[in-house]
């Protein structure tokens, strides 16, 4: 199983940007989607993870009500959605998955590459 994220980019406070993680094949122990995040100088942090079946999601308290995790069975493929966009969300945005509802970057066993989102003040 390999990760793909994409949609990083450079966007203005307040604009939005949605960025895609596309799974090439699914097993049995990726019941758990993630993304988080690392700014520089700081530790990499769950952002949003959303279970694979059921659709429960998760939120950092600095993003709810500003980003939408969400995920497409038949594409195999989970999604960002960030609004409101603020310069303290600048920072590298990895995708990854894990068998149970993780919160810290050791519950992941699987993670795409970072996308760089920087936001403009």
């Known amino acids: 199983v390999q990760l793909q994220a994409s949609g990083g980019g450079l966007v203005q406070a307040g604009g939005s940007l949605r960025l895609s993680c596309a799974a090439s094949g699914l097993t049995t122990s990726t019941n758990f989607m993630g993304w988080f995040r690392q700014a520089p100088g700081k530790e990499r942090e769950l952002v949003a993870r959303i279970a694979w079946r059921s659709g429960t999601r998760y939120y950092a308290d600095s993003v709810k009500g500003r980003f939408t995790i969400s995920r497409d069975g038949a594409l195999k493929t989970w999604y960002l959605q960030m609004n409101s966009l603020k310069a303290e969300d600048t920072a590298v945005y990895y995708c990854?998955?894990?068998?149970?509802?993780?919160?810290?970057?050791?519950?992941?066993?699987?993670w795409g590459q970072g996308t760089l989102v920087t936001v403009s003040s």
């Open positions: 990854a998955s894990s068998a149970w509802a993780g919160t810290v970057v050791n519950d992941y066993h699987l």
